[in-house]
């Protein structure tokens, strides 16, 4: 099985700064990797898919890079709307899996 | 639109059975493939089976695998989850996900369905 580690598990930052939370596969996944938003009581949101591509509708804010195993997602210019947990996820292989979650919080 | 509206979801005794649906609209159901993931109350994702778009192929977690069954009925635009021997650390919300065409990422997601395990 791919294990997906991330890190932080949690972070705090302010509106308007500049967020990075990395993701790593215990396997080479090429550029099989998505990104997920979730608030509370919702259900998750693709962001970003293919490592890199956005999602329709996702504000350029949001950005994703990487192969291989080491992936990062990074929202410029946090605004308040983005405080939420964020998952990876690699589709390369059965079974599927998902990042432990970073919530990102307001300081 | 794309809807998928999952039902089901109840109290259930450990080693009980249920089933859960997910009633999807506003695409070609049989064209693309469906998964359902699990969270665990604020616990994080956890996907639990998988099924091609003709239903001819099925994927498991092991920590369902024997218990649960995923399957589909196309003509109903409906997907299932029969879950047996069912136990209390598979409480949670599940969701019913549509798949992206070439890759096993979920584009859209229904609101999710309790259940919980408890004598």
């Known amino acids: 099985d791919i294990q997906m580690t991330q890190s932080p598990s949690s972070v705090s930052a302010s509106v308007g700064d500049r967020v990075t939370i990395t993701c790593r596969a215990s396997?080479?996944?090429?550029?099989?990797l998505a990104w997920y938003q979730q608030k509370p009581g919702r259900a998750p949101k693709l962001l970003i898919s293919r490592a890199s591509i956005l999602e329709s509708g996702v504000p350029s804010r949001f950005s994703g890079s990487g192969s291989g195993t080491d992936f990062t997602l990074t929202i410029n210019s946090l605004q308040p709307e983005d405080f939420a947990t964020y998952y990876c996820q690699q589709p390369n292989s059965f079974p599927i899996t998902f990042g432990q979650g970073t919530r990102l919080e307001i300081k | 639109e794309v809807q998928l509206l999952e039902s089901g979801g109840t109290l259930v005794q450990p080693g009980g059975s249920l089933r859960l649906s997910c009633a999807a609209s506003g695409f070609t159901f049989s064209t693309y493939a469906m998964s359902w993931v699990r969270q665990a109350p604020g616990e994080g994702l956890e996907w639990v089976s998988s099924i091609s778009g003709t239903g001819g192929s099925t994927y498991y977690a092991d920590s369902v695998k024997g218990r649960f069954t995923i399957s589909r009925d196309n003509s109903k635009n409906t997907l299932y989850l029969q879950m047996n021997s069912l136990r209390a650390e598979d409480t949670a919300v599940y969701y019913c996900a549509k798949e992206y065409v070439g890759g096993v990422w979920f584009d859209y997601w229904g609101q999710g369905t309790l259940f919980t395990v408890s004598s």
């Open positions: 396997h080479d996944i090429s550029s099989w």
